[in-house]
């Protein structure tokens, strides 16, 4: 894909976020997803600005380290095994996806060896899909409390993973819910524990997560086309 093609689906969604959360909410930060894409599409993405790229393995990250390392801000967005902790604990900016105590203690031991405090968000599952991962709504006070003791973790917020259907309605409902249960949070003011960062939306429905409330969004395809692509498709991932 040419770089000028990349450089404009940037802005597409850039426009769509500011389009669509108008108003009511500051529009999210972008994070551009680049798990599965070689560094080399990766990099011309500092010339449209992005700042910041999800990941979703830690061996992918490890390898691809020392091309990006420094130039980007790194998010480990996708679900973590605790004995991996470790290989990342020094590179990346925010864990997104926290989803059990075992693995907080483990950040949170890892980082304290490293001498940081790890920022990290509490990953719900909004629609009781426990395969997607994310703690049930009801676990989620429990977790907070016991994360809110642990020194080397700093809790930032929530992430969710819809899911995966075109009823825009039936999202909008769980990405609302999503946006009260944050709010609710931070009224609760929960010692410890910052309600600043809401990590919801992907390539297929980050207009509607940004209309919600959403403050950042994980956009992969919607920028490199779909992956295992090399020259994607234009057509039917940016939506207006
Ligand atoms: C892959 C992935 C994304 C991005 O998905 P796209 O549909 O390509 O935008 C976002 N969040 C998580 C957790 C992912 O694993």
Known sequence: ??????????????RTLAAASEGRYPPPKLIAVTKTHPVERILPLLDAGVTDIGENRVQEIVEKLPAIRKKFQIH??????????????????????????????????????HDRVMPVLVQVSPAGEEQKGGVAPDELRPLLREMARMPGLEVRGLMAVMPNVPDETYLTGLFSG?????????????DRIAMDELSMGMSGDYRLAARCGATMVRVGSAIFGPRGSQTGGMNDVVSG
């Open 1 to 14: 894909m040419a770089q000028e093609e990349l450089l404009s689906r940037v802005e597409d969604v850039r």
């Open 76 to 113: 480990l967005i996708g679900r973590l095994q605790s004995n991996k902790v470790k290989y990342i604990i020094d590179d990346v900016c925010l864990i997104h996806s926290v989803d059990r105590l075992s693995l907080a203690q483990e950040i949170d031991r890892q980082a304290q060896k």
């Open 178 to 190: 999503m946006r009260t249960l944050f709010d609710r949070l931070r009224e609760e003011a929960i």
